[in-house]
């Protein structure tokens, strides 16, 4: 039993701990629920068999949300991934030799074992994240929806013909795929942030090796689990996990693994880059960003407040409290840096602090919350790091700033004001529930304050003004831009940002892109009759 465990079971007779304890024992239904249902896997998957590590060494799995022991893993290195490669490249030349309507079809039937398994997926994410279980079933629909979109994608990865120089030529292009894929993945959306590599990457053609989270490698596991019950053949898809660095490096150094994809924190991501110089792979990051909101004077507050809570306050204020504290925080484009014009300033805060202040901390597994723990102690202490340095420069509270009654890793939902661009939080990811106010006056300023980063993923800006709304859009280094609205991720559109928040898209039809080589086809000297 972890410590932190044996510190909330002894710590039962103190109310906020009550229920935390209560949880326990539902976080224990759901895991021995999960494990009848074969979907608790606790071993890595190499060349399709469930396999420890080879020294039998193992990692533990916790509840972010009570500290209990979850399961333990395999905590795998070199050889497994190269184990995990060598099936990876082997299954590589039948997989990508079947047609797209066949690798469709297995794709669609694993979409459908994920939505019929839903609330298993949602309730596992929950127990090993954090996240309010409603949030994380919204995640598994987001996330499945990827294996669908991919496969009906497979059958639509079309070459291209060039109309000749030469009357005797025909030139054409052909899109193959680029072999065996590394896809290394965050704790943050377990589920998610795989199927949006895996889905196009299986559609058109590519092997996988999955490395997890070590934080959340269980719902990858069981994402695995049911796609070879989905007739994914042995090797196609392949998870390790263990140490992250040294896993990393094998696949980086490996000639037959053809392609990284990351999403994650751009230290680790700018790692991976320079690492894949070295074979010169082809390499897709999602990596930290920075997001400005903008609020105008002419914003409808009643649009800006909408979205993570239901009642009154202002429908501006909801909108961008779904983007902030969703997932606590915790997403790259989590609302960042909440830009509002001195004209509506006041009002604005009014509305979006009555709003926040409803936010509902706990267990996610509990009626009601809206936000549950952070995922580690490390996540609290840049959280505390980052309030700290904002009130030593001039910001004040308006709503929590301090770590939950509750313990462990929750933290009160938090807004301070008047921060200012000197402050630690207007140039790096709280990644966390802070959301810091600023005032600006003009929109040009609300512009540079917005640009001056080196992030680029995702910006929002409310206006009802449409002139105003095409000039900002268009003037924000972005690589997404939501207007007036809170959440705007969904399969069917391409995810990925500017600068240093990456390289590539995910989802839509570019989304393939990514794990295509693209071959120039030249058919000379052709006799005429
Ligand atoms: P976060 O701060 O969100 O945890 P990280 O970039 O540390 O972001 O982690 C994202 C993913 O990258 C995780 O799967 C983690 O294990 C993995 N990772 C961390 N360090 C390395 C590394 N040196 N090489 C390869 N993967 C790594």
Not at 513 to 525: A, F, I, Q, S, V
Request: net charge neutral; aromatic share 8%; hydrophobic share 40%.
């Amino acid at each position: 039993m972890s410590m932190m465990l044996r510190m909330a079971l002894r710590s039962c007779h103190l109310s906020p701990f009550m229920r935390l304890c209560r949880m326990s024992t539902e976080a224990s239904k759901v895991s021995s629920r999960l494990s009848s249902l074969g979907l608790l896997r606790t071993q890595g998957l190499i060349g399709g068999k469930w396999s420890d590590a080879h020294d039998r060494k193992t990692l533990k799995v916790e509840n972010p949300a009570t500290g209990e022991l979850i399961a333990d893993i395999p905590f795998m290195g070199r050889k497994e991934t190269t184990d995990a490669i060598s099936a990876a490249y082997n299954a590589f030349h039948s997989w990508s030799k079947l047609t797209g309507s066949e690798r469709s079809k297995i794709l669609r039937k694993w979409y459908d074992l994920l939505i019929s398994h839903k609330e298993d997926l949602g309730q596992l994410i929950t127990l090993e994240q954090g996240k309010p279980l409603q949030e994380a079933n919204g995640e598994v629909g987001y996330g499945a929806a990827f294996i669908e979109f991919y496969a009906e994608e497979a059958k639509r990865i079309y070459g291209d013909i060039i109309p000749p120089t030469s009357a005797d030529r025909r030139l054409f292009v052909l899109k193959q795929p680029v072999g065996v894929v590394g896809a290394i993945t965050p704790w943050n959306f377990p589920f998610a942030m795989i199927t949006r590599k895996v889905g196009p990457a299986l559609a058109c053609g590519c092997t996988v090796v999955v490395k997890p989270s070590e934080l959340t490698p269980l719902t990858a596991l069981a994402a695995a689990e049911l796609g070879l019950q989905a007739g994914i053949p042995p090797g196609v898809l392949n998870v390790v996990m263990g140490n992250a660095p040294e896993i990393g490096d094998t696949l980086l150094a490996s000639s037959q693994v053809r392609k990284i994809t990351f999403t994650g924190s751009t230290a680790v991501g700018k790692k991976l880059m320079a690492g894949a110089a070295s074979t010169v792979k082809k390499v897709s990051l999602e990596l930290g960003g920075n997001a400005p909101v903008i609020v105008f004077d002419d914003a409808e507050l009643d649009v800006a407040v909408k979205g993570a809570v239901s009642s009154s306050s202002s429908m501006i204020s909801f909108t961008i409290i779904a983007a902030k504290f969703r997932n606590s925080g915790q997403t790259c484009v989590c609302a960042n840096r909440i830009l509002v014009q001195e004209g509506i300033y006041d009002q604005f805060a009014n509305a979006f602090a009555k709003g926040v202040e409803q936010l509902q901390v706990g267990n996610g597994f509990a009626e009601g919350v809206a936000q549950g723990p952070l995922i580690n102690q490390a996540a609290v202490e840049k959280v505390e790091s980052h309030i700290h340095d904002a009130l030593s420069k001039g910001a004040n509270v308006i709503v929590g700033g301090k770590r939950h009654s509750l313990g462990l890793t929750f933290y009160e939902p938090t807004v301070i004001g008047n921060v200012n661009t000197e402050m630690k939080i207007s140039r790096e990811e709280v990644f966390g529930p802070v959301a810091p106010l600023f005032r600006f006056r003009t929109e040009q300023e609300a512009i540079e304050i917005a640009n001056n980063t080196n992030a680029g993923l995702a910006a929002y800006l409310y206006t009802t003004n449409i002139s105003r709304l095409w000039r900002v859009s268009e003037a924000l280094e972005y690589g997404i831009v939501s207007a007036n609205e809170g959440l705007f991720s969904t399969e069917v559109a391409p995810f990925g940002g500017f600068k240093e928040s990456g390289l590539g898209r995910e989802g839509s039809k570019y989304g393939v892109d990514e794990y295509l080589e693209m071959k120039y086809l030249c058919l000379g000297n052709l006799k005429s009759a």
